[in-house]
């Protein structure tokens, strides 16, 4: 009996599980709060770039630490609360006895004293969230976008020559591609734009390659657009 008490402490001081069954730590158990958090992106972020981040983490984090069948059970709570299906997400959290101190997704515990974290992306998307449209740009829905803050961007053709267009660091790559299109009558298609050596997508913004303003971006130009190989 000594033995499994001494072990428990051991445990406990460096945050470990033993083969004695141990207090979860945190103490408490809060019920889920419908609330969630309110958080703000570096830069205004789409709808498209949310769903990638979140699938990036619930992707990665079981390689980390943890259960997966807790994993699995936190990303279908996360996602029934990212509904309004606060029933539901409570449901799953307690069938996977899955201890909340602070009734949040934020931080908490297995039965077996493993702690998970999930970053607020993964439970509430940001103030700044944009909607794309088909065109290539996006509108903010939770308030108004900042003033456009534009600055001469300079990309050079492999014909030769160098082009100053008005960009701002939220362009993506497609609206840019047609402004060019407009201003030198180079078809969108027949451009293919490279920085840093990696072709950039027509979804890809100015912000997201890290680009200077004084910095140029290249541009292959085909006259014809490429044959298809069988």
């Known amino acids: 009996m000594g033995g499994c ?34 958080w703000k992106s570096d830069y205004p972020m789409t709808e498209g770039q949310l769903r990638s981040k979140r699938d990036e983490f619930w992707d990665t984090a079981p390689a980390f630490e943890g259960r997966k069948e807790i994993w699995d059970a936190l990303k279908a709570a996360a996602i029934a609360l990212d509904s309004n299906d606060h029933q539901l997400a409570q449901a799953i959290v307690d069938g996977a006895s899955i201890t909340l101190p602070h009734g949040s997704l934020a931080d908490c515990y297995d039965e077996l004293g493993n702690r998970y974290q999930l970053p607020a992306y993964c439970l509430a998307p940001p103030l700044n969230l944009m909607s794309e449209r088909s065109d290539g740009e996006g509108v903010e829905l939770s308030q108004q976008a900042p003033p456009r803050k534009e600055f001469p961007l300079k990309v050079r053709l492999s014909t030769g020559r ?16 047609r402004q060019l299109a407009a201003q030198e009558r180079i078809e969108a298609a027949h451009q293919r734009w490279f920085f840093s050596g990696k072709l950039l997508t027509d979804k890809t913004r100015l912000q997201d390659t890290k680009i200077q303003k004084d910095f140029v971006i290249q541009v292959i130009v085909n006259t014809a657009p490429p044959s298809i190989t069988k």
């Not at 072990?7 to 406990?12: E, P, V």
């Not at 945050?15 to 969630?36: A, D, H, I, V």
């Not at 160098?162 to 591609?177: E, N, R």
């Open 5 to 38: 008490v001494s072990a428990q402490r051991s445990a406990l001081a460096d945050g470990r599980s033993s083969g004695c069954r141990t207090k979860k730590r945190g103490g408490r158990n809060e019920p889920l709060k419908k609330e969630r958090p309110k």
């Open 162 to 177: 160098d082009v100053c267009l008005s960009a701002s660091m939220a362009d993506p790559i497609g609206v840019l591609k």
